[in-house]
């Protein structure tokens, strides 16, 4: 088959682009490699040149200060049909989201008309942020999620400013405009999976796929103190529950300062950040979560326990009996015990780790995931 692949949302479709190559497939990838990840792409449709000109950077701030458009996004449109040719005719479309060119809504609905009518199979993703899902986590109904925050403290409106504008009047049009237009939806996570439940069009889930022959796995072993990593992101350091951990870690450290040691980073760039990932027993991802992001997902190919989504809905749609990742809650007293268990038991935090290795290869295997989507692409079509 001949397939376009676009946008990015943490490596997912690389990933699936990577299996999907290796399965036989023509696959082209187009879109701005997730901003400032800069993941690869094929078609760079990034507007670079704006973002990369101080000056021009100034006006454009400047200018969506006074009427709110994003002149960034006329590079955007400008790259993209430059390639208009070679954006036309594929056997199945797929987008990475509603919104899978992040710029201003009124160019993003003209570029997706364009994939709308010169293609006539489009497929589309539920990760990220979009209408349903943030419509969904407003409600409550998860028990907790990313916006428990805001739902508990209304001061907080302005740090989740970029979140709330997906369910604005004109994301929820982009919303109903792809709706009309796309023969699918695919769940990537257990948290769409159960958001998009009642959704029109919404298929089965195909789990996030992780392409395990690039990452080395090094079976851990313990000599001395156990390494427990706390990577932080102030930009989500709110969303991502980071206090959490921080009151956990310190009640831990009170009580085995000689048997732990705990490696805090702030916002680091990847390639520091990793050295630090390699040497780690322990990752703290998140405790918002009732699934893992691509973070926690590379860390258990890797062998190491991480604390993530990992409760109920998880262990009963993968049908779990053994742990592979630590369910973690907004709760610091409950971090801190889950700690405590490891710590007195190190050789659980081995097994830990082989389960979490196996899990990864039995259920986000690249080459597994790719035969999925092609096999619901051909059934839907």
Known sequence: M?????????RLHNSLKEGLLKNGHTVTLVGNGDVFKKYPVDINIDSS???????????????????????????????????????????VVQLINETPFNIDPYFEK?????????????????????????????????GYSTLTPLLNDKSLKKVYKSTLKYISPKQ?????????????????????????????????????????????YVPMTIDGKIKILHGINSSNYIK?????FEEALQIITQKYPDKIEVITTKDLPYS???????????????TYA???????????????VVFTGAGAAFTNYYNLQETVAVDTVPDSKLIAEKLEQLISNPNEILEIGKRARDFIKKEHHYLHIAKKYEQLWKTTI
Request: charged share 20%; hydrophobic share 40%; glycine share 4%.
């Open 2 to 10: 001949k397939i376009l692949l676009v946008g990015e949302y943490s």
């Open 49 to 91: 040149f704006i973002k990369n000109s101080f000056l021009l950077n100034k006006m454009r701030h400047l200018i969506f200060k006074l009427t709110t458009i994003d002149i960034a996004s006329i590079e955007t449109c400008i790259k993209f049909r430059k390639h208009k040719d070679t954006l036309t005719n594929y056997d």
């Open 110 to 142: 003209k570029l997706l008309h364009f994939l709308f009518i010169h293609n006539k199979n489009v497929f589309l993703l539920a990760c990220g942020d979009d209408y349903t899902y943030i419509s969904y986590s407003l409600s409550g109904k998860f």
């Open 172 to 216: 929820k049009k982009i919303h109903n405009f792809v709706f009309n237009h796309i023969k699918a939806v695919i769940p990537a996570s257990i948290e769409y999976n159960i958001a998009y439940q009642n959704t029109k069009k919404t298929v089965s889930m195909i789990p996030n796929p992780v392409n395990i022959d690039k990452i080395r």
């Open 240 to 244: 991502k529950g980071n206090r959490f």
């Open 272 to 286: 520091k950040y990793i050295k630090h990932f390699l040497q780690a027993h322990i990752i703290l991802d998140q």
């Open 290 to 304: 009732h699934d893992q992001g691509y973070n926690a997902l590379e860390a258990m190919s890797m062998g190491k």
